[in-house]
C-alpha cells in the first residue's frame, strides 16, 4: 500500500517535471517565433482562416526564402532589373517581393507584394502571384501591378533560370508581369512504385529460388540424393541443355557439320579458313 502510494507521488512529480519542462519549451518556441519579424507571404484572410491548400505549397517554397532571383531586359533603351524573393522582401519596402529597378532613370517599381501572396499548384508546376503593387500611371486602368511566377519542374536544381516572360500591359485591366523560373520543389514526389515488368521478374526470381532450395532439399533429404543428383530434376535439366545445345548447334552452324569432303571446292584448302581441316593431311597416310 505504501509503496504503491509512494510511486504515484513519484509518478505525479515526474508529471508535472515533465509538464513543467514542455511548457518551458513552449514558451521559448513561442518567444523565437515572436522575436522572428521577418517579412513572409501573407495570404488572403487572417491566419485561421487561410487556405490550408495554398499554406501547404508556401510551406514547400520555404527552401527558397534565401535567395535573391533577378533577371535583367532590355527594350527599347532602358534596362529593367527584376529582382524577386520567395516570401521574403526583395528590397527596404518590406512588403515588396517582385520589384523592378530601372537602371536610366535609377527608379524603384514594386511589382507585387508578399502580403498579397496566391499560390496554387498542379501536378508538376507551382504559380506563385504576388498582387497589390505599384499601380500603373496610364495603363490597364491605374490597377495595382501583379506578377505571377511560374515555377516548373526540375529535379536537377533547388532553383535557377529565372526570367521575364512578358509584361502584359495593354489590356484594358488584370495586367500582369509573367516570370517563369525551375525548382524541383514543384515536382511531384518520386514514384517508388515498381513497374510490372520488375515485379514479375522479382516473382520469378522468387518462384525460383524456391524451386531449388525445396528441391535441393527434397533430393537430400528425402530421397537421399548425393552430389549433382541433388539439384532438383537434374536429369531432365541434363537433357534440357542437351536438346538446347543440339538447337543452338542446328541453327547457328552456316555449314553442314558432317558433309561430304568430296562436296567442297578444290580451292578450299588455299584459302586457309578452316585450320581443323588442314590437320586432316597431318594424318598418317
Ligand atoms: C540578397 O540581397 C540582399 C540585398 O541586396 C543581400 O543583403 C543578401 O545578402 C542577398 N542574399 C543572398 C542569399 O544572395
Ligand atoms: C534611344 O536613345 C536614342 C539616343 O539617345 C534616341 O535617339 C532614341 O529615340 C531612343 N529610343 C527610344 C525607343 O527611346
Ligand atoms: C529586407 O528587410 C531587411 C530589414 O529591413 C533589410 O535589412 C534587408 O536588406 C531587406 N532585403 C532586401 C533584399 O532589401
Ligand atoms: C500590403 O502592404 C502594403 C504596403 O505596406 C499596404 O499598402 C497594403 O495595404 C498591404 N496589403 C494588405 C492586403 O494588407
Ligand atoms: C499540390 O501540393 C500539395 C501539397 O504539397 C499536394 O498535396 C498536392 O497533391 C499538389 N497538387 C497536385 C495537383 O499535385
Known amino acids: 500500500m505504501h509503496v504503491s502510494t509512494s510511486s504515484i507521488r513519484m509518478a505525479c512529480l515526474d508529471g508535472c517535471t515533465c509538464a513543467v519542462a514542455v511548457l518551458c519549451i513552449c514558451l521559448v518556441l513561442a518567444g523565437s517565433v515572436a522575436g522572428d519579424s521577418a517579412p513572409t507571404c501573407d495570404l488572403v484572410g487572417s491566419s485561421e482562416k487561410e487556405s490550408a491548400k495554398e499554406k501547404a505549397v508556401i510551406q514547400k517554397l520555404m527552401p527558397l526564402r534565401a535567395v535573391n532571383f533577378t533577371t535583367t531586359v532590355t527594350t527599347g533603351n532602358d534596362t529593367y532589373i527584376y529582382s524577386f524573393r520567395v516570401c521574403n522582401n526583395a528590397s527596404q519596402d518590406l512588403s515588396s517581393g517582385l520589384i523592378q529597378y530601372n537602371e536610366k532613370s535609377k527608379q524603384t517599381i514594386v511589382v507585387g507584394r508578399i502580403n498579397e501572396t496566391h499560390v496554387f499548384n498542379g501536378s508538376d508546376w507551382i504559380l506563385l502571384t504576388y498582387r497589390g503593387g505599384d499601380s500603373y500611371k496610364s495603363h490597364c486602368s491605374q490597377e495595382p501591378r501583379k506578377a505571377m511566377v511560374m515555377i516548373s519542374c526540375d ?77 532438383p530434376n537434374y536429369s531432365f535439366w541434363q537433357d534440357l541443355g542437351t536438346l538446347a545445345a543440339d538447337g543452338c548447334d542446328f541453327m547457328c552452324r552456316s555449314k553442314p557439320r558432317n558433309a561430304p569432303a568430296a562436296y567442297r571446292g578444290v580451292g578450299d584448302e588455299q584459302l586457309g579458313e578452316e585450320p581443323e581441316e588442314r590437320d586432316d593431311h597431318l594424318l598418317p597416310m
Request: a negative charge; glycine letters at 8%; proline letters at 3%.
Open 155 to 231: 529535379r536537377n536544381t533547388l532553383a535557377d533560370g529565372f526570367t521575364i516572360m512578358s509584361e502584359e500591359n495593354s489590356k484594358e485591366s488584370d495586367c500582369l508581369y509573367l516570370f517563369e523560373m525551375n525548382s524541383k520543389l514543384a515536382c511531384p514526389p518520386e514514384d517508388t512504385r515498381l513497374s510490372v515488368g520488375s515485379v514479375l521478374l522479382i516473382v520469378l526470381a522468387c518462384l525460383l529460388a524456391v524451386y531449388l532450395i525445396g528441391g535441393f532439399l527434397y533430393q537430400r533429404l528425402i530421397v537421399g540424393a548425393k552430389g549433382m543428383d541433388q539439384f
